[in-house]
């Protein structure tokens, strides 16, 4: 009787979809991309509305996003906590309102005066325990609404510096205007902020023109999976299910 009843529990629970007891999916984003582009995407192949993201990442920027399922979306801010890392390219001499490329450069300074050492010794700068102010064009809320919408108005929004932990900024390449990087830190940093203030270090101007975030905590990029895969992964986990 005991032994019946365990195989009709076993068999009830291959039939059920998995993604609603819960899963963790690693998803490589594309370009211009939003975060929640990919919650819905996915959301639609598993057939549940119970999916969240540990981790918003701009439209512009690619790499690793965590997605969480069914009973596993409790875990999003345990993910969303651990330290993360990325890979990006900044661009010397101009600044953007946004900065990044969601809006257009405008020259400032010449950057022909900057040298290699005076580079490295602003990734210097910004290693450590910082004072970071996020953009003005960012997802924080002020006063009840998110900051982006009162800048996209015109209005000058005025935020408190936040308090940041940048492990490790490595200058992987420089070949100005560009500089190539790598930077190991703490939830919460701006890296389009770290950009525009290691620019302004500089007394040139700086802005961020590509990003990709390679780790979150013990998660890497390279066990990711595009959204296609992720579909057909999907497709074939609940055509098993149905078996």
Same mark, same amino acid.
């Given at each position: 009787?005991?032994?019946?009843?365990?195989?009709?529990?076993?068999?009830?629970?291959?039939?059920?979809?998995?993604?609603? !007891?819960?899963?963790? !999916?690693?998803?490589?984003?594309?370009?211009?991309?939003?975060?929640?582009?990919?919650?819905? $995407?996915?959301?639609?192949?598993?057939?549940?509305?119970?999916?969240?993201?540990? +981790?918003?990442?701009?439209?512009?920027?690619?790499?690793?996003?965590?997605?969480?399922?069914?009973?596993?979306?409790?875990?999003?801010? /345990?993910?969303?906590?651990?330290? $993360?890392?990325?890979?990006?390219?900044?661009?010397?001499?101009? *600044?953007?309102?946004?900065?990044?490329? /969601?809006?257009?450069?405008?020259?400032?300074?010449?950057?022909?005066?900057?040298?290699?050492?005076?580079?490295?010794?602003?990734?210097?700068?910004?290693?450590?325990?910082?004072?970071?102010?996020?953009?003005?064009?960012?997802? *924080?809320?002020?006063?009840?609404?998110?900051?982006?919408?009162?800048?996209?108005?015109?209005?000058? *929004?005025? #935020?408190?510096?936040?308090?940041?932990?940048?492990?490790?900024?490595?200058?992987?390449?420089?070949?100005?205007?560009?500089?190539?990087?790598?930077?190991? %830190?703490?939830?919460?940093?701006?890296?389009?902020?770290?950009?525009?203030?290691? +620019?302004?270090? #500089? +007394?040139?101007? +700086?802005?961020?023109?590509? #990003? %990709?975030?390679?780790?979150?905590?013990?998660?890497?990029?390279?066990?990711?999976?595009?959204?296609?895969?992720?579909?057909?992964?999907?497709?074939?986990?609940?055509?098993?299910?149905?078996?």
């Amino acid at each position: 009787m005991l032994s019946d009843l365990m195989k009709h529990k076993s068999l009830f629970l291959s039939k059920q979809n998995i993604y609603e !007891l819960g899963q963790v !999916l690693l998803i490589n984003k594309p370009y211009q991309w939003t975060s929640f582009d990919v919650v819905l $995407k996915l959301r639609q192949a598993m057939k549940i509305k119970k999916v969240g993201h540990a +981790g918003t990442l701009d439209p512009l920027a690619t790499g690793l996003l965590i997605l969480c399922t069914g009973s596993y979306t409790k875990r999003i801010n /345990e993910y969303v906590s651990r330290e $993360k890392e990325y890979s990006g390219t900044l661009v010397l001499g101009a *600044v953007t309102p946004t900065y990044d490329l /969601e809006s257009e450069p405008i020259p400032m300074k010449s950057f022909h005066g900057v040298t290699n050492e005076q580079i490295v010794e602003a990734s210097n700068h910004f290693t450590g325990e910082l004072n970071q102010v996020p953009p003005s064009h960012s997802a *924080v809320k002020l006063g009840g609404r998110r900051v982006y919408e009162l800048a996209r108005k015109g209005v000058e *929004v005025n #935020l408190a510096p936040r308090k940041i932990i940048i492990r490790n900024f490595v200058i992987e390449k420089i070949s100005l205007p560009e500089i190539q990087f790598r930077v190991v %830190c703490s939830t919460g940093t701006y890296i389009r902020s770290l950009a525009n203030d290691f +620019g302004a270090f #500089l +007394g040139c101007g +700086g802005y961020l023109s590509s #990003l %990709c975030r390679t780790r979150i905590g013990e998660f890497k990029l390279e066990d990711a999976l595009t959204i296609e895969a992720a579909i057909e992964q999907i497709k074939k986990n609940l055509s098993f299910g149905k078996a």
